[in-house]
């Protein structure tokens, strides 16, 4: 088992509604050497948590049905509480951020953010060297 | 005898009540009144008018006229509050009277300018909460930068991909049309939403309890048909207010109202407007006597609030500014009371301008509707104008957002004005 971590690509769980928003985050993580497992609810999000066994959750605030936090809450009740979890949400939402802060999210990004600042934000939540140039 | 007692009311009930050899003790009584009241009245620590000064122009056997300030009492007030911001001594603002008399002109345009900086104070205060506490404003504003974060994630991966699989080309290149023409909706939506804001025409986005309460604000709070026909008044008066939800929130307010009117009616008000004096008309319902004089008297303050503290109804008055949204000062004896169900507090209250108000507040548990229900309160506050005396006075504001104390251990949130 520890001999085969390594080589391993690492895994990350897209928790994203916004089709398009999906599908570029899908495009650079996956170009960055992840695989990446994309759900557009916190439902079938929280389920593919225990199939797919991500190094780490990318997960928006605003979702439909069960949103950001609640999926956070779960995840921190769930079999993996220390499973790094990195939110996004748009700007100026300051009360989102210390509400994720009170769940105990891993990191939390405002949008708009770079390509290379969610790479260096994933890599460093699963615990890897940031890459000089990721955009 | 001090400059401001010449011209003021008290100082020429005293000088008349003297001139005649009369005991303060003995005209209390004359008036129905204690000597300690009457005392403070002479010392212009309280207000004077309707009919007590009446009674007590009687009792001094003059006219109500002799007795009245020589100069406007509220021009008066207007120019000590300009001047106890500017940090007037004392004396200085004792001899308001005398300026009043001598440059009348100048006394007003002091008195005007004075009052249009608290306007706009109550101006920043409304556009400040609108910007921070307008869910529309918000909701497009992170539509907004959800859709850059994309467009900039889209333009990032071409830019970067020089080898990039054509499908993927092809779908970039298409994530790209559609999500700059949402910016640009977007954009366009949030200008053409800000502009008509301006202009005033925001009244289509105002939530249902925002259109009533500006219903209940544009009749002063005060509704001459409720008094004289009762709850069958309402369906006409909220007949001019769009939305079936916010006609039902009104109408709720209003028939209440109505319930306070038929137990405390407007001939009682117009025998004394000292609360005290009402209580027993009132059979000893403390909150009931402050709801009636703060709907009909058109120069009191009304604030109420309930168990959680959010203000449920405003009616503001010049000078005491009131938060459009959100709670107002932590100080106001108004979440005391709330504290203290029952007990009925009075107050005297400083603004930051200098003048003084009193407060009289109460709560009072509201009816149980189950046995096992939790009991909650709501809590009344009524604000005076009183004369200007800041011995006693507790410093107070309008609201953390627009009040400009410094240090103060209450606050929750920084200001907008500058300290």
Redesign the interface.
């Given at each position: 088992m520890t001999e085969a971590e390594p080589a391993a690509p690492g895994r990350v769980l897209l928790v994203e509604d916004?089709p398009?928003?999906a599908?570029?985050?899908a495009?650079?993580l996956q170009?960055d050497g992840w695989r990446v497992s994309t759900h557009p609810d916190g439902a079938t999000a929280l389920a593919a948590v225990d199939r797919h066994a991500p190094d780490v959750v990318v997960l928006d605030v605003?979702l439909p049905g069960k949103s950001g936090f609640e999926v956070l809450a779960e995840i921190r009740g769930g079999p993996r509480p220390d499973l790094p979890v990195l939110m996004l949400t748009?700007?100026?939402?300051a009360k989102d951020r210390e509400r994720a802060e009170a769940l105990g999210v891993s990191r939390f990004m405002t949008?708009?953010?770079?390509?290379a600042e969610?790479l260096a934000a994933v890599q460093q939540l699963a615990g890897r060297a940031v890459a000089d140039d990721a955009? | 005898m001090p400059a401001s007692a010449r011209g003021s009311t008290g100082g020429r009930i005293r000088e008349r009540r003297l001139a005649l050899g009369v005991r303060q003790a003995h005209l209390a009584a004359r008036t129905g009144i204690s000597p300690s009241y009457l005392n403070l009245i002479e010392h212009d620590r309280r207000p004077i008018g309707g009919a007590l000064l009446g009674r007590i122009a009687e009792a001094l056997d003059t006219t109500r006229a002799s007795l009245a300030a020589d100069v406007d009492e509220s021009l008066l007030d207007a120019l000590r509050a300009a001047g106890a911001a500017q940090g007037l001594p004392a004396d200085d603002l004792a001899a308001a009277a005398e300026l009043a008399r001598r440059y009348p002109g100048w006394a007003a345009v002091i008195a005007a300018q004075s009052e249009r900086l608290a306007a706009q104070a109550d101006t920043i205060e409304a556009l400040s909460d609108r910007l921070s506490h307008d869910p529309a404003l918000?909701e497009a504003?992170?539509e907004l930068?959800?859709t850059?974060?994309?467009v900039?994630?889209?333009a990032?991966?071409l830019?970067?991909?020089p080898e990039i699989d054509p499908n993927?080309l092809r779908?970039?290149h298409a994530?790209l049309d559609?999500?700059s023409r949402r910016l640009a909706d977007g954009a366009e939506a949030v200008v053409s939403y800000l502009d008509r804001a301006a202009e005033g025409g925001d009244d289509a986005r105002l939530t249902p309890p925002e259109v009533a309460a500006r219903f209940l604000d544009a009749h002063d709070h005060a509704f001459p048909a409720l008094e004289a026909r009762g709850a069958e008044a309402i369906p006409d008066l909220v007949a001019e207010l769009p939305g079936a939800e916010a006609r039902a929130l009104a109408a709720a307010v209003l028939r209440g109202d109505a319930e306070d009117a038929a137990r405390l009616p407007l001939s009682m008000l117009q025998a004394t407007q000292e609360p005290d004096a009402l209580l027993e008309a009132a059979c000893g319902d403390a909150a009931l006597v402050l709801r009636r004089l703060g709907v009909t008297d058109p120069a009191r303050g009304l604030v109420i609030c309930d168990a959680s503290g959010a203000l449920i109804r405003r009616k503001a008055v010049a000078g005491f500014g009131l938060p459009v949204f959100g709670a107002g000062c932590p100080l106001w004896p108004l979440y005391e009371a709330l504290s203290q169900p029952g007990r009925a507090l009075t107050r005297r209250l400083e603004m930051p301008d200098g003048a003084v108000w009193v407060a009289h507040a109460v709560a009072a548990p509201l009816p149980q509707t189950r046995f096992d229900a939790v009991p909650t309160a709501r809590s009344t506050m009524l604000l005076t104008r009183a004369v200007r005396d800041r011995a006693d006075a507790l410093p107070v504001g309008p609201g953390c957002r627009v009040c400009p104390r410094t240090g103060c251990a209450a606050r929750r949130e920084p200001s907008v004005l500058p300290g």
């Open positions: 916004e398009n928003i599908t570029a985050l495009f650079i170009r605003m748009a700007k100026g939402q949008k708009p953010f770079s390509n969610l955009s | 918000a504003m992170h930068l959800s850059v974060s994309v900039r994630s889209t990032s991966i830019a970067s991909t993927w779908r970039f994530n559609s999500d």
